[in-house]
Antibody
Framework: QVQLVESGGGVVQPGRSLRLSCAASGFTVSSYGMHWVRQAPGKGLEWVAVIWYDGSTKYYADSVKGRFIISRDDSKNTLYLEKNSLRAEDTAVYYC??????????????WGQGTTVTVSS | DIQMTQSPSSVSASVGDRVTITCRASQGISNWLAWYQQKPGKAPKVLIYAASSLQSGVPSRFSGSGSGTDFTLTISSLQPEDFATYYCQQADIFPRTFGPGTKVDIK
């Protein structure tokens, strides 16, 4: 069964760091572009970051560039989001998601259930 | 960055109604547009990709059209399970921006 399961969310103080994980099953993360998308409470969806299927390229939203790092561990079939210098506005549900196709910009078809990050002192 | 707008921001409709949602990109994106449905507390679900291709398993009452800067999502006959928020997303360039969403609720 194709599935993504996020973990690592929680309450963290401003300026601290947190790493989110997204474990994949039923497919190989190294065969697809993998994304992080977030949703602040009561707000819409915000695309955060992507890592190319071959790992060669990463892109970030301007709001997280220089603070967040997307990576993956192919041996664990797991995607990560390292979040540094956290701010109150980073409070959101974070979803990982898979591209529909590895090299064609169709969109995202498999999503995790989301993990909640609250940045508060 | 490409800005995405949607209209209306919300719509009240009845079961059986035809509902049309419009999405506009601030610059041309060819047909690299996806539509998602999201219900409260749930992850988004892709309905349409490449502007008009129906994702596997999605009911045929959903359809998409458009290219360039203007796109539409149509629900031909609204069903009870369709009450949700709908988002468009451009997949042409990064950052892959989403529209602000359209909430479809019960009249």
């Amino acid at each position: 069964q194709v599935q993504l399961v996020e973990s690592g969310g929680g309450v963290v103080q401003p300026g601290r760091s947190l790493r989110l994980s997204c474990a994949a099953s039923g497919f190989t993360v190294s065969s697809y572009g993998m994304h992080w998308v977030r949703q602040a409470p009561g707000k819409g969806l915000e695309w955060v970051a992507v890592i190319w299927y071959d790992g060669s390229t990463k892109y970030y939203a301007d709001s997280v560039k220089g603070r967040f790092i997307i990576s993956r561990d192919d041996s664990k079939n797991t995607l990560y989001l390292e979040k540094n210098s956290l701010r109150a506005e980073d409070t959101a549900v974070y979803y990982c998601a898979r591209d529909i196709a590895p090299t064609i910009p169709y969109g995202m078809d498999v999503w995790g259930q989301g993990t909640t990050v609250t940045v508060s002192s | 960055d490409i800005q995405m707008t949607q209209s209306p921001s919300s719509v009240s409709a009845s079961v059986g109604d035809r509902v049309t949602i419009t999405c506009r990109a601030s610059q041309g994106i060819s047909n690299w547009l996806a539509w998602y449905q999201q219900k409260p507390g749930k992850a988004p679900k892709v309905l349409i990709y490449a502007a008009s291709s129906l994702q596997s398993g999605v009911p045929s009452r959903f359809s998409g059209s458009g290219s360039g800067t203007d796109f539409t999502l149509t629900i031909s006959s609204l069903q009870p399970e369709d009450f949700a928020t709908y988002y468009c997303q451009q997949a042409d360039i990064f950052p892959r921006t989403f529209g602000p969403g359209t909430k479809v609720d019960i009249k």
